[in-house]
């Protein structure tokens, strides 16, 4: 709870993340609309997603929010 109104006052640092993901790429498979196919990070922090870029060993852009897995996920069960 204070993690979180700390984040809404000063904004989070985002330096606690994920080890990079990049999702399976089955053959013959279709993912569900929205769902990315590069990898990326997640904040532990404030869940925020960001691309990762391998070549580099950095953290990019954030993700934009239509393309999380959640949203994504949500669209897949209608």
């Known amino acids: 709870?204070?993690?979180n109104l700390m984040n809404v006052l000063?904004?989070?640092s985002h330096r606690r993340t994920t080890f990079p993901i990049t999702p399976a790429r089955r053959s013959g498979f279709s993912?569900?609309?929205g769902l990315r196919h590069s990898t990326y990070v997640v904040c532990l922090d404030c869940g925020k997603e960001f691309g990762y870029n391998w070549t580099e060993?950095?953290?990019g852009e954030?993700?934009?929010a239509a393309a999380?897995?959640?949203a994504a996920f949500s669209t897949a069960q209608r």
């Open 10 to 12: 000063f904004g989070c």
């Open 1 to 3: 709870m204070l993690n």
């Open 57 to 59: 060993m950095r953290v």
């Open 62 to 64: 954030p993700v934009p």
């Open 68 to 70: 999380t897995a959640e």
């Open 31 to 33: 993912p569900a609309p």
